[in-house]
C-alpha cells in the first residue's frame, strides 16, 4: 500500500480543514487524534472517499509515512506541544521532520528546534494564518527552524497556501529555529493594531458624525475599493449590515468586552525586550484590556464628566480626513511592526527576507491588503531599509494625509472620543522625524538622583559623564545607561 506524503496530529477545525486542503492538492494524509472517536468521525465523514488514512496510535502513524516522515502536529500551544514532541521523538528516525502549525511562543520553538536537533531529527515551526476558512482555501504559511528540513516540506506547504498574482505563494521559508513563529507572533500584533484602528475609524462614525450601522456599512464597502482594500475592512462592511432577527444592527447589540489569546501581548513584550517603541500595538493590547473592565467604565461614565461630542462640519470632508488618518496609523503599525522584525533578526542572528514576508501575507491571512505590495515593493528597492517610513511611497503618503490624520486626532480629543491608536501613531510619528528629543533633561534628572552618567553633544558618543548636581553627591558615578 502507498504509503501518506504527510501525517497530521489534531483534528480540530484548523486541522480537519488543512487535512482537507493537502489532499485537495493530490497529496495523501494520514491523521490522528489523541480522542481516537474524532479520527473515526472524520474519516466515514468529510474525509470519505479520499486519501485520507485515519491512524489510532502514534505507532500506526509513523508506520503509515513515507520517509523522511514529515508530522504536523496542530494542537493547543505550551505543554501539550511538548508532551507530543517526547512522545513522536523514540518513535521517529534520523531526518525525520516534526511540524508545529500552533500558535506557540517563539522562544518555545527555539528551544524545541534545538532540542529535536540534538536527537538527529528536524524542526519545523510555522505560522499559520487565514482561520478556518483560511486553513481550508490557502492559509498563509510562515516556516522556520532547521533549514535542512525546508526542501522536504515545501512541495507540500506551498500547494496548500494562498497564492496572489502570478501564482506567487504565500509561503516561503523565513529563517532559523523560532524566526518562523516570532513572524507571525508579529503578524498578529499586527492584526490587533488593524483592528484597533478600524474599531476607532467605527466609534467616531457612531458618536460624533451620528451615523447608522447602514450608512457607516456604506463608507467601508466604499473604503475597500481604495488604497484600505483589506479583509478586515472587508468584513467590517459586512458585519455593519448584518441584521439580528428584529431587523436592527447585530453589531450593536454585541458586549463591548474584546478578549484576546495572548499573541499581541507577546509581540507587546518582545518589543519592549528588544528596545523597540511599538506604540500602536502596545496601545491595541491595552485597548482591549479597558474594554474588558465594563463593570468599572459603567460606573465610571456616571461619576466622571468630559465634553459631550458634537458635529458641525462638513461630514464628507471629515469623513474623507478619516480615511486618510486610518490609513497613515496603519503604515505607522507596520512600520513599527517590521522595526521589531529587524531588531530582532539582528539579536537572534536570523536573516530575514523582509519583502518575502509582505509578500507571505499578502494573501491568506487575516491582515491580507493591497497596501502590503508597496511593502514588498519598499523592501525590494532597499532591502536595507531601516524603516518603513523612509522609503519614498510611504514618506509621500504620510505627507499626503497627515493634515487629516491631525484634524481627526484634534477632532477626538476635543469632543472626549477615545482614539488611543490613531494618537499614538501620530506621536511616534512626530517623535521619529524630531531631532532633538527631551531625553537630555531625562538624562540629568537620572544622573542627578542615581549618578547614572550622561554623554554629551560637544564629546564623541561613548564617552560618558557625572556631574556633582547638589555640590554633596561627589564624583562616583553608577553603572552607566544603556542607550
Excluded at 531599509?385 to 491631525?406: S, V
Excluded at 540629568?444 to 558618543?461: C, M, V
Aim: charged share 20%.
Amino acid at each position: 500500500m502507498k504509503k501518506s506524503d504527510i501525517g497530521l496530529i489534531g483534528l480540530a477545525v484548523m486541522g480537519e480543514n488543512l487535512v482537507i486542503n493537502m489532499e485537495s492538492k493530490g497529496f495523501t494524509v494520514s491523521v490522528f487524534n489523541r480522542t481516537t472517536q474524532k479520527v473515526t468521525d472524520f474519516v466515514e465523514g468529510r474525509a470519505k472517499g479520499k486519501n485520507i488514512v485515519g491512524t489510532y496510535s502514534l505507532e500506526e502513524l509513523v508506520a503509515s509515512l513515507e520517509k523522511p516522515r514529515k508530522i504536523m502536529m496542530m494542537i493547543k500551544a505550551g505543554q501539550a506541544v511538548d508532551s507530543m514532541i517526547e512522545a513522536l521523538i523514540p518513535l521517529l528516525e534520523e531526518g525525520d521532520i516534526i511540524i508545529d502549525g500552533g500558535n506557540s511562543h517563539f522562544p518555545d520553538t527555539i528551544r524545541r528546534t534545538a532540542y529535536v536537533e540534538s536527537k538527529g531529527l528536524l524542526y519545523i515551526g510555522t505560522g499559520v494564518s487565514g482561520g478556518e476558512e483560511g486553513a481550508l482555501n490557502g492559509p498563509s504559511l510562515m516556516p522556520g527552524g532547521s533549514p535542512a528540513a525546508w526542501e522536504a516540506v515545501k512541495p507540500i506547504l506551498q500547494a496548500i497556501c494562498a497564492k496572489v498574482e502570478g501564482g506567487l505563494p504565500c509561503c516561503d521559508w523565513v529563517g532559523e529555529n523560532g524566526a518562523g513563529h516570532f513572524v507571525k507572533m508579529v503578524h498578529n500584533g499586527i492584526e490587533y493594531g488593524d483592528m484597533q484602528l478600524i474599531c476607532e475609524a467605527y466609534q467616531l462614525m457612531r458618536d460624533y458624525l451620528g451615523m447608522s450601522d447602514d450608512e457607516m456599512h456604506e463608507v467601508f464597502a466604499q473604503w475597500n475599493t481604495t488604497e484600505l482594500d483589506s479583509y478586515l475592512i472587508e468584513i467590517t462592511s459586512h458585519i455593519l449590515e448584518h441584521k439580528d432577527t428584529d431587523g436592527s444592527a447585530l453589531v450593536e447589540k454585541i458586549l463591548d468586552t474584546a478578549g484576546q489569546k495572548g499573541t499581541g501581548k507577546w509581540t507587546g513584550i518582545a518589543a519592549l525586550d528588544e528596545g523597540v517603541p511599538l506604540t500602536l500595538i502596545g496601545e491595541a493590547v491595552f485597548s482591549r484590556c479597558l474594554s474588558a473592565i465594563k463593570e468599572e467604565r459603567v460606573a465610571a461614565s456616571k461619576i466622571l464628566n468630559g465634553p459631550k461630542p458634537e458635529f458641525t462640519g462638513d461630514k464628507a470632508a471629515f469623513l474623507e480626513d478619516l480615511k486618510n488618518a486610518l490609513f497613515a496609523s496603519k503604515i505607522v503599525s507596520y512600520a513599527q511592526g517590521y522595526t521589531l522584525m529587524r531588531a530582532a533578526a539582528k539579536n537572534y542572528g536570523w536573516n530575514l527576507n523582509y519583502g518575502g514576508i509582505a509578500l507571505m501575507w499578502r494573501g491568506g491571512c487575516i491582515i491580507r491588503s493591497v497596501f502590503l505590495g508597496k511593502i514588498k515593493e519598499a523592501y525590494t528597492n532597499n532591502p536595507e531599509l531601516t524603516n518603513l517610513l523612509l522609503d519614498p511611497y510611504f514618506k509621500n503618503i504620510i505627507e499626503k494625509n497627515q493634515a487629516g490624520w491631525r484634524r481627526v486626532c484634534s477632532a477626538a480629543m476635543l469632543n472626549g472620543i477615545p482614539v488611543p491608536a490613531m494618537t499614538t501613531a501620530l506621536n511616534y510619528y512626530d517623535g521619529y522625524r524630531c531631532e532633538r528629543l527631551p531625553a537630555n533633561l531625562l538624562q540629568a534628572q537620572r544622573d542627578y538622583f542615581g549618578a547614572h552618567t550622561y554623554e554629551r553633544i560637544d564629546q564623541p558618543r561613548g564617552q560618558f559623564f557625572h556631574t556633582n548636581w547638589t555640590g554633596t553627591g561627589g564624583n562616583t558615578a553608577s553603572t552607566q545607561y544603556n542607550a
